[in-house]
């Protein structure tokens, strides 16, 4: 086995590794005698009271500390590399495959396709466990790591080959077996493709899928994401609102039998289809606690919550604003009436909501996540911004203030000449974005498409 230096990156202040005079470039060699293979073997060593730290400091030098320290403190160490391992890439061809959908000449970053179970513990994203070893499997046992985060698609062996490309896939379910005989949280994700896994497959998924509660807890159905980018890949046809109807439809009846059985909804369907059915959310008892928010699943009703709580103790009072909003085309309703809502008790914010498409990906990818910094200069130039523009952060890359596209914040402030503040996805977040009572700008994507599953599709 290849083995990864476990290079220090960075320091936290005031933290145990600061008070042991640990510094950037030097490099963790062992905890308690045992070498760490990635970041499992370390944040399972260092939970303990008392560890002892080998470390080989810039010069050559080791040293060997020895260090007390309450249970799960954290030793304030940031690594070079965040897995202290390689990333594993994907071995499947999906046919519904989003990074396959990418146009050419974007950042090499966007185009790795990866499928590693770390990054569904530590991020999670959902892996498809055909690259996971008897191995793998121990140490998660081992550690009983969980949640872990699974795609399945289907659960017919044939089928599931055919999706994924990959002669192997249809042979996962022992591995399945042996998270849940260990009792390993797990939740699960079926990306839905018309005239493939639907109808009467998606009936059998769901009921072979329930043979496994209470371990997994849930488990997702989200409709393909067709880009524009589709030539030379399989042909995929869009669903249309009479499918919607149908696929809630199976899971509904599906989530009433399974409640009444064990307390769970269990599986459930991503916002889209509403809006695409044309039918009302559910109401926030059925979503099980959220279980499937980065999938889409109950965002637009967690935010109807949230906004609402956020409303109930304000009185209004008539403040002055002039400001706009910019939102992908499935949350634009939605954002409409929140503005709507707050306007009865601050008559005096006004606020424009403009619903952005995108050309970029195709008319058909709809929701905010995706969408690129040259559309909104190009559907924004000319309207009426007011004295400030909101963007929600899942626009953005992760902790930088680029978009998908490389176009940054400052270039869109620039073309569009309005301050630009990016707002958290809480509904609390919105309110105060709406009133002037934020400052500052918090930038923050999450990891959708640079090393992550490529079946993740972005949030509303």
């Given at each position: 086995m290849k083995k990864t230096k476990h290079i220090i990156r960075q320091i936290a202040g005031d933290s145990i590794a600061e008070e042991m005079n640990l510094e950037p470039m030097d490099e963790v060699l062992a905890i308690n005698g045992q070498?760490?293979?990635?970041v499992f073997d370390y944040h399972y060593l260092v939970n303990?009271?008392?560890?002892?730290?080998?470390?080989?400091?810039?010069?050559?030098?080791?040293?060997?500390?020895?260090?007390?320290?309450?249970?799960?403190?954290?030793?304030g160490i940031e690594f070079q590399n965040s897995l202290m391992d390689d990333y594993r890439s994907c071995r499947n061809r999906c046919i519904f495959c989003f990074i396959d959908q990418m146009p050419p000449g974007m950042r090499e970053t966007l185009y790795f396709k990866d499928d590693d179970s770390r990054l569904s513990f530590l991020q999670g994203n959902y892996v498809t466990l055909t690259n996971m070893s008897d191995h793998d499997i121990d140490r998660i046992i081992h550690?009983?790591?969980s949640p872990i985060n699974i795609s399945f698609q289907t659960t017919n062996p044939e089928l599931r080959c055919k999706m994924l490309n990959n002669r192997f896939a249809g042979d996962i379910f022992s591995k399945v077996d042996r998270l849940y005989e260990a009792g390993i949280e797990m939740n699960g994700q079926i990306v839905l493709c018309k005239g493939y896994n639907d109808g009467q497959e998606l009936e059998n998924s769901i009921r072979d899928l329930a043979e496994y509660l209470p371990h997994l807890r849930s488990v997702s159905v989200v409709p393909v994401g067709l880009s524009r980018y589709r030539e030379g890949l399989t042909r995929l046809e869009p669903f249309q609102q009479e499918d919607a109807v149908r696929v809630l439809e199976t899971i509904h009846r599906w989530q009433k039998k399974l409640y009444d059985a064990y307390g769970l909804h269990f599986i459930h369907a991503s916002d889209e289809w509403?809006?695409?059915?044309?039918?009302?959310?559910?109401p926030e008892e059925r979503y099980d606690g959220y279980l499937?928010?980065?999938?889409?699943v109950g965002m637009l009703r967690l935010l109807e919550e949230e906004v609402t709580e956020a409303l109930a103790d304000r009185e209004g009072d008539g403040r002055e604003r002039n400001l706009s909003i910019a939102t992908g085309k499935l949350a634009y309703p939605h954002i409409c009436r929140h503005v709507r809502r707050l306007k009865k008790k601050y008559p005096n914010v006004n606020c424009?909501?403009?619903?952005?498409?995108?050309?970029?990906?195709?008319?058909?990818?709809?929701?905010?996540?995706?969408?690129?910094?040259?559309d909104l200069k190009k559907q924004l130039t000319g309207r009426n911004l007011g004295e400030e523009l909101l963007l929600p952060c899942n626009m953005l890359r992760s902790g930088e203030n680029v978009f998908l596209d490389d176009v940054t914040v400052e270039e869109l402030e620039g073309t569009l000449q309005v301050p630009v503040s990016v707002v958290d996805t809480q509904g609390a977040d919105l309110v105060k974005a709406l009133l002037g009572e934020t400052t500052g700008r918090e930038h923050r994507r999450r990891q959708i498409y640079e090393q992550t599953n490529s079946s993740n599709r972005g949030t509303p």
């Open positions: 070498e760490i293979e990635d303990d009271e008392y560890i002892e730290l080998l470390v080989r400091k810039a010069d050559g030098e080791e040293w060997l500390l020895e260090i007390e320290k309450d249970a799960q403190e954290d030793l550690y009983h790591l509403y809006l695409l059915a044309g039918e009302e959310l559910p499937q928010l980065e999938n889409g424009s909501v403009y619903p952005v498409t995108n050309f970029f990906f195709g008319e058909s990818i709809t929701v905010s996540g995706l969408l690129t910094g040259q």
